[in-house]
């Protein structure tokens, strides 16, 4: 298996563009988790859903933040409008029922917001 | 409320020198207790995890981390560590099988490891 797939890998926009990060997840898992990290906050847990339903969106930080799972191999975090303090590195991650919750991250998105 | 605890945010060893960074967790029930690491500008990626059995728990890297219940901590170690050992360490738990953790992991906030030549 290739691993969970993220892209774009990196990301430049302007202040009040809208912003899409993918996500594909292991094959099998039915677990999808976002995450965001930065500097000052840390690793922090937007949202993250089971069987493509979403299951807890407490870290979603606004509004301006939407997170879809159309489908099981599938999956969207939308920024829109963006803003300068959106910019951090976005993990996704996936795990399996059978795996003890052992989560298997992508290789992130930079995103920079200018 | 479930918590992961690392009181150390950078841990300083020299090459060669035995290697410890800490976490301690509160959670109900019997906890699945992980370790990943974080190399610059990547992913984090899975180490070792404690489930069940042996308290001592062998990982990738010649890293092992002790299972302790009464102290409620998992802390990492390496008998020997190298240069390339210098990454970001993060501790995460879940409150087990039947802890209604329904499906996800608490991270700690990491700890940052400078191995010196």
């Known amino acids: 298996d290739a691993g969970v797939i993220q892209s774009p890998r990196h990301e430049v926009t302007e202040m009040g563009q809208e912003v899409t990060l993918r996500c594909k997840p292991i094959s099998g898992h039915d677990y999808l988790f976002w995450y965001r990290q930065t500097m000052m906050r840390g690793l922090e847990l937007l949202i993250y859903f089971n069987n493509n339903v979403p299951i807890d969106d407490s870290g979603m930080p606004e509004d301006r933040f939407s997170a879809k799972m159309p489908n099981a191999s599938f999956s969207t975090l939308k920024i829109q409008p963006s803003e300068p303090r959106d910019s951090a590195v976005y993990f996704c991650a996936s795990s399996g029922t059978g795996d003890y919750n052992e989560q298997f991250f992508g290789p992130g998105t930079r995103l920079t917001v200018l | 409320a479930q918590s992961v605890a690392q009181p150390e945010d950078q841990v300083n060893v020299a090459e060669g020198n035995p290697l410890t960074v800490k976490c301690t967790y509160s959670v109900s029930g019997n906890p699945y207790l992980f370790w990943y690491v974080q190399y610059p500008n990547r992913g984090l990626q899975f180490l070792l995890k404690y489930i069940t059995g042996d308290n001592l728990v062998k990982g990738s890297y010649g890293f092992e981390a002790e299972f302790n219940k009464s102290q409620t901590s998992f802390h990492l170690k390496k008998p020997s560590a190298l240069v390339s050992d210098s990454a970001l360490y993060f501790c995460?738990?879940?409150?087990?099988?039947?802890?209604?953790?329904?499906?996800?992991?608490?991270f700690g906030k990491g700890t940052k490891l400078s191995v010196k030549p």
């Open positions: 995460a738990v879940s409150p087990g099988r039947y802890g209604g953790s329904q499906g996800n992991l608490i």
